[in-house]
């Protein structure tokens, strides 16, 4: 292992903030890790303050304009987020993912507390909502590569499925209390509150990120000379694609993605609608997978090493997709409920072992770069499956267009088990 000197990521910028050999040596269970904790802290704190700042932005942007301007300013982050993303990645590499993690999240609190200033003083319509869009995309591109980056970086190999689990559990817990929190911050003060609230959470996550602590890179990696941006870029689209697991795990993970998110969002949608459930119903559906995902989180986060992670994450792919496809043919709300848990039980364990696998194979000094490719398919790229969703289920109904990304979500786990590499995966002990 190298020095507490050694250098972050590829580059030559140097970070203090590194485990000392002697106790990076020594392997403690990720939830009983202080360093691991001291991230998870700021890690949930981070996507708290996201959770409520989506809330305030759309009830100050629907405020303030119509529904189409509105929308526009909703959507105006999506842009140079996946514009920039891969480029987001080779910087999180080459200045370290700790530090742009900081960086990143002290410039979204920043933005975030200056917009809440604004509408405290004066009510200046939708130019300062849309910059502060804007400018959440374009941070977004560097934050999200950075945060995939830092858990192999702050526990062993061998604890990775285990951090995972916390994720889950962390984006869980923000997805269920945020919203209240930002409705709550909404009805005492406004848009200006929710904004004042989301800024604070963000704020508290950046005295926990800097007590955390890195793992050193090994030799080879941490003496790695950076090249030009678009040299690193390139370096890292040949790692991933000339990688025997990690290339078709993008694969897989790209036609999981495009099979999941039409029926979750649009499709479900509409089969509540169809059957009469209403919204009520639709949350509940909603709350199924949820419970589902969580549950196999916690599992995770306890027990850690899931043996024969390849295999494992091609079966819950294949049996997830037969759950996807059967949801549409559920009649009732509490068996679909229950096809939802199923669901969320599946995805939640295949994305798990997805990710520890990602983070294990990579060579460390890629793991910014390839954790933007990852979010670029799964964020930038599978949400455009949704329109075309939607004007398949007018054209052919709900049973036909689930089945179709059943399938699609299947070829995944199909494509698991025709790379033996990635079939036999393993994660580390």
């Not at 849309?130 to 400018?135: D, G, I, K, R, T």
């Amino acid at each position: 292992m190298g020095s507490p000197s050694v250098a972050e990521g590829a580059g030559p910028v140097a970070d203090t903030a590194v485990i000392p050999p002697t106790v990076a040596d020594s392997v403690r269970a990720a939830h009983r890790d202080p360093n691991v904790l001291r991230w998870l802290g700021a890690y949930t704190a981070s996507m708290l303050g996201d959770n409520v700042y989506y809330i305030a932005l759309s009830w100050a942007a629907v405020r303030a304009g119509s529904p189409s301007e509105a929308g526009a300013v909703m959507a105006a982050s999506a842009v140079p987020r996946a514009v920039l993303l891969l480029g987001g990645g080779v910087i999180a590499d080459r200045f370290g993912p700790r530090r742009v993690v900081i960086g990143s999240d002290a410039v979204r609190c920043a933005a975030v507390l200056a917009v809440a200033a604004l509408l405290f003083v004066t009510t200046p319509g939708l130019w300062p909502l849309a910059a502060l869009a804007l400018v959440f995309g374009t941070v977004d591109a560097v934050f999200m590569p950075a945060v995939g980056a830092l858990p192999a970086r702050i526990t062993a190999p061998g604890q990775l499925a285990r951090v995972q689990g916390l994720r889950g559990l962390a984006i869980r817990v923000a997805g269920v209390v945020g919203a209240p929190l930002g409705g709550l911050g909404v009805a005492m003060g406004g848009a200006a509150a929710a904004f004042g609230l989301a800024g604070l959470l963000i704020a508290l996550s950046l005295p926990l990120l800097i007590t955390v602590r890195l793992r050193p890179l090994p030799d080879g990696e941490a003496a790695r000379e950076a090249g030009t941006a678009w040299a690193d870029l390139a370096d890292g689209l040949r790692h991933v694609r000339r990688h025997q697991v990690l290339g078709p795990l993008m694969l897989a993970i790209a036609l999981g993605d495009f099979g999941f998110v039409g029926p979750l969002n649009v499709g479900l949608t509409l089969l509540a609608d169809r059957r009469g459930w209403g919204s009520t119903g639709m949350g509940w559906v909603l709350a199924g997978f949820g419970v589902g995902a969580g549950a196999v989180s916690l599992l995770l986060a306890v027990r850690g090493r899931v043996p024969r992670a390849g295999l494992t994450a091609a079966c819950s792919i294949l049996a997830a997709s037969v759950a996807i496809g059967s949801l549409a043919y559920v009649p009732q709300l509490a068996g679909a409920v229950g096809v939802a848990l199923l669901i969320g039980l599946l995805a939640g364990l295949s994305g798990a072992m997805c990710g520890a696998l990602l983070q294990t194979q990579a060579d460390p000094a890629y793991l910014g770069r390839i954790t933007a490719v990852a979010s670029l398919v799964s964020l930038g790229l599978a949400p455009l499956s949704m329109p075309f969703a939607a004007a398949a289920i007018g054209a052919f109904g709900l049973g036909p267009v689930f089945v179709a990304s059943a399938v699609v979500c299947g070829l995944g786990g199909v494509v698991v088990l025709c790379f033996p590499h990635l079939r036999r995966a393993e994660l580390p002990a």
